[in-house]
């Protein structure tokens, strides 16, 4: 069986790659920091408790593991971008590459972000231009230069995936979704700052099999954006939301400004990552929405 490690595997986008690995057939080496009681590991799977600070127990407790690829997605302290946690977070990375390289492992697949493009409008492909406007941006794109040239000089295979809005089962509380949803559950009107933004939704399931395409395909193509494809304007999201749960009533009165010039208004070109992954996203969000969530492989 191969084996692939897994960093972040208890968050968010982690817990559904797990899933998708499992399913996919492969081990999973899972790190994690604080897995927590509901997180129930696989019969394929091993967990490793630790932190990516502790770069010489994770050689020592891993040594001697058969790994085919690490998929490394783990980013500490979201949604603080300061200087510190920006700082802390490319250390793990700088050690995430030590690893690879100490464990001979072949591939390693890192998440990006959207953000790491400098004022990003309509359909936004690899070659964007690149924004370091803030420190998390500017962290970004600098651990993908230095892990591209770490690879390249180690014999390793590097690809960076770039996640557009990443939804579905197990978002934080505070997101976009989970927000509106507990407004009006409350019977409240949930205050949307970006009502006037459209964004590129994509469900954490696509993401996970983004993923796993990139293991299973290895592509050389080392960029590749990970979005529906489409922009939705935030202002509808509420709409679904509202209208799967019956609180319709509660935003009937709700008008927003979809000619504000600061809106943000970009999607993904996902060509790439059709073409040398061989993978396309299956979940509309409009339709999750409405069925509540309630299909697309949900944990």
């Not at 057939?25 to 129930?40: H, K, V």
Request: glycine residues 10%.
């Amino acid at each position: 069986m191969k084996n692939i490690l897994l960093t972040g595997a208890s968050g968010f986008i982690g817990n559904h790659v797990r899933r998708c690995l499992h399913e996919s057939g492969y081990g999973i080496i899972s790190l994690c920091r604080n897995p927590g009681e509901d997180f129930q590991p696989y019969d394929n799977e091993k967990v490793v408790k630790g932190n990516l600070s502790e770069l010489e127990l994770l050689k020592q407790v891993l040594a001697g593991c058969q790994i085919k690829a690490c998929i490394h997605l783990a980013w500490e302290g979201i949604p603080d971008y300061s200087f510190e946690m920006s700082q802390r977070n490319l250390t793990y990375g700088f050690n995430v590459l030590k690893l690879c390289r100490y464990l001979e492992i072949g591939q390693l697949i890192v998440s990006g972000s959207c953000w790491e493009y400098r004022l990003p409008h309509g359909r936004v492909n690899e070659g964007w231009a690149l924004d370091d406007s803030n420190h998390f941006k500017a962290t970004k794109n600098a651990f993908r230069m230095i892990a591209h040239a770490f690879c390249r000089e180690s014999g390793i295979h590097f690809n960076w995936l770039r996640l557009f809005y990443v939804y579905g089962p197990g978002q934080r509380e505070g997101s976009l979704i989970p927000y509106i949803k507990k407004e009006l559950s409350e019977g409240k009107v949930p205050l949307l700052k970006g009502a006037g933004n459209r964004n590129d939704f994509v469900h954490v399931w696509d993401v996970a099999r983004a993923f796993v395409k990139a293991v299973e395909v290895k592509t050389d193509e080392e960029i590749l954006n990970i979005g529906y494809g489409v922009s939705v304007p935030v202002s509808d999201i509420l709409t679904f939301i509202a209208e799967a749960m019956g609180k319709k009533d509660l935003i009937t009165q709700l008008t927003f400004n979809d000619n504000n010039p600061f809106s943000v208004d970009f999607y993904a070109d996902i060509e790439k990552s059709r073409n040398f992954l061989g993978w396309e996203p299956e979940i509309p969000i409009k339709e999750w929405l409405q069925k509540g969530g309630s299909y697309g492989n949900s944990l």
